[in-house]
C-alpha cells in the first residue's frame, strides 16, 4: 500500500518518497491511507491518526490536503492556475485550462502554493475540492 | 448612548477593582473591540510570504512584537483570504497562542506531547508547527462535537504528527509525555472584548463549580508528565479560583515544581498572593497574569509547572 501511493506520488507527480521520511502511513477501512507521526497510539478512544493521505483502489488519488502540504515538491502534472480559474475552483466549479499535463490527476497551484488536486480530461479539470472547503475568496 | 461597561456586572467589577494595577483602564479596555490576531502557519508559508501577499492585496499589518509567527489584521475579511483558504494562516485569538511559546524551547526536542483539552486545534496546530510535524502530539478533547472541529482544522494545517482522541482527561489511562498542555475549560471572562455573551453564564457559582474540575484536570495533567517533563496549564479568565486556586491546589497535592515564564516584549504580571479566605502558596508567584490593557490582548492566565 506504502509503496503504491509512493510510487504514484513519484511517477505522476516527482514528489519523491524522502519528503516523507519523518512521517508514516497507516491503512485504514475502504482502502483509506492515512499519513501520520511515525510512532502512533491506539488508545485512548482514537478518533483519527494523522490526515487522510489517499484513497486507494484500482487507481490512487491523493487528498486535497496531502497535495496542499507537499505540492511544493512536485515537478509535474502542476498546473498553475491565473486569478479567475482560482476563484472559480475554490468556488466548487469545474475549470478550463490550457496545459500540457497529461490526462488524469493533477496538482492545481496559484501563486506557487498548492490548492489541491483535479482530474484533468481533455482540457477540462473535474473540481474534486471537498464541499467543506469551498469558499468565496475575496483577496487572492 | 449607552456604555458597554453597563453590561458588565457590578459583581464582577468588585472582584478584580483590587486586583488590577489600573482598573480605570482595565474597564476601558473591555470596551473596546479586540484586536483580530491570527498566525502564520509555518508548515506552509512564513511569515514574510504573507506579509508580500497582504501588501499586494493592500491589507496592512502590524507586527507583534512578542511573536514573530503572529499579525494583527483590522481587515474584517482576513477569512476571505487565499491564505487562510490554503491553511497557509490560521486566524486565533493573540493571547491564545501564548502556552506553546511559554514551552517553545521545551516543544524543540519534545517527542511526546499532549494537549489536553484541545478543540478546536489552535494549540495543537501551532505546536505542530513548532514542532516541524516530527514527534506526537496526542490532541485530547472529552467532546465529541467539538472534535469535528478540531480534525477540520488540524487537517486544513497540516498537522500530521498529531492523534486525535476523544476521552474525558480526569479518565485518561498512565501514560507519560514531555510536556502536557491544558488549556482548561473555563469561566472565559477573559473573552469579552470578544462577545458580552460570557457574562450570560457568569456567575461566582458557576466559577466555583469549573474550580473544582480545573483542579482534577491539574492533578491527572500533571500525573500524565513524564520525569524532567513540563505541565503547562492556562485559563482565558481573571477569576483566582480558576487560576492561582488550582495552582495551589496541585502544589499542595504533588511535588510539582513551578517554572518561571519569560516572553521577551510581552508585559506579563504577577498572580495575586491571596483571594478572599485563601492565602496561596509563595511558588505560586511564577505563574503569569496577563491583563487585556497591557498588551492589548484578552485576558489570560499562564503557570508552567516541572517535575
Known amino acids: 500500500m506504502k509503496e503504491m501511493l509512493f510510487g504514484y506520488l513519484e511517477k505522476r507527480f516527482g514528489i519523491p518518497a524522502s519528503v516523507f521520511a519523518e512521517h508514516e502511513f497507516y491503512a485504514a477501512s475502504k482502502g483509506r491511507v492515512y499519513i501520520g507521526p511515525k510512532k502512533a497510539i491506539s488508545e485512548p478512544n482514537v478518533v483519527s491518526v494523522g490526515m487522510l493521505a489517499a484513497r486507494i483502489s484500482r487507481t490512487v488519488k491523493p487528498s486535497t490536503n496531502l497535495l496542499q502540504l507537499f505540492g511544493r515538491h512536485a515537478t509535474k502534472n502542476t498546473i498553475k492556475l491565473d486569478r479567475e480559474n482560482t476563484l472559480k475552483y475554490v468556488r466548487g466549479e469545474d475549470i478550463e485550462v490550457e496545459t500540457d499535463a497529461t490526462g488524469g490527476y493533477v496538482l492545481l497551484a496559484y501563486k506557487g502554493s498548492p490548492i489541491g488536486c483535479g482530474f484533468l480530461e481533455k482540457g477540462s479539470v473535474k473540481n474534486l475540492l471537498p464541499k467543506a472547503k469551498r469558499a468565496q475568496l475575496k483577496f487572492l | ?307
Open chain 2, 1 to 307: 448612548m449607552i456604555s458597554m461597561s453597563d453590561e458588565i456586572p457590578k459583581v464582577f467589577k468588585e472582584r478584580y477593582a483590587g486586583l488590577v494595577d489600573d482598573e480605570e483602564a482595565f474597564l476601558a479596555c473591555l470596551n473596546t473591540l479586540q484586536p483580530r490576531g491570527f498566525r502564520v502557519n509555518t508548515l506552509k508559508a512564513s511569515p514574510a510570504m504573507i506579509k508580500e501577499r497582504f501588501s499586494d492585496y493592500g491589507i496592512s499589518l502590524q507586527e507583534v512584537p512578542w511573536y514573530k509567527d503572529a499579525f494583527i489584521s483590522d481587515e474584517p475579511d482576513v477569512g476571505a483570504t487565499f491564505e487562510h483558504f490554503t491553511g497557509e494562516i490560521y486566524m486565533q485569538e493573540l493571547a491564545s497562542m501564548l502556552p506553546p511559546i511559554a514551552v517553545q524551547k521545551e516543544l524543540e526536542k519534545a517527542k511526546y506531547v499532549l494537549d489536553g483539552c484541545a478543540a478546536p486545534g489552535s494549540k495543537t496546530t501551532q505546536m505542530a508547527a513548532m514542532m516541524e510535524n516530527k514527534g506526537l502530539i496526542v490532541a485530547n478533547d472529552s467532546s465529541y462535537s467539538r472534535i469535528r472541529a478540531l480534525k477540520f482544522n488540524q487537517e486544513k494545517t497540516g498537522a500530521i504528527n498529531t492523534v486525535i482522541t476523544n476521552k474525558d482527561l480526569r479518565n485518561f489511562p498512565k501514560m507519560q509525555f514531555d510536556i502536557v498542555v491544558l488549556d482548561v475549560p473555563c469561566s472565559s471572562e477573559g473573552t469579552i472584548r470578544k462577545s458580552y455573551g460570557v457574562f450570560s453564564l457568569w456567575s461566582e457559582k458557576h466559577i466555583k463549580t469549573i474550580s473544582d474540575l480545573q483542579k482534577q484536570l491539574i492533578t491527572k495533567g500533571f500525573d500524565l508528565v513524564a520525569p524532567g517533563g513540563t505541565l503547562i496549564y492556562s485559563t482565558c479568565t481573571f477569576a483566582p479560583e480558576e487560576n492561582e486556586a488550582v495552582v495551589h491546589h496541585l502544589l499542595q497535592e504533588r511535588p510539582a515544581k513551578m517554572e518561571k515564564i519569560d516572553i521577551p516584549h510581552l508585559k506579563i504580571s504577577p498572580p495575586v498572593d491571596e483571594w478572599k479566605n485563601d492565602v496561596f502558596s509563595p511558588e505560586v508567584k511564577n505563574a503569569a497574569r496577563i491583563w487585556p490593557h497591557h498588551n492589548n490582548t484578552g485576558g489570560f492566565f499562564l503557570a508552567k509547572v516541572g517535575k
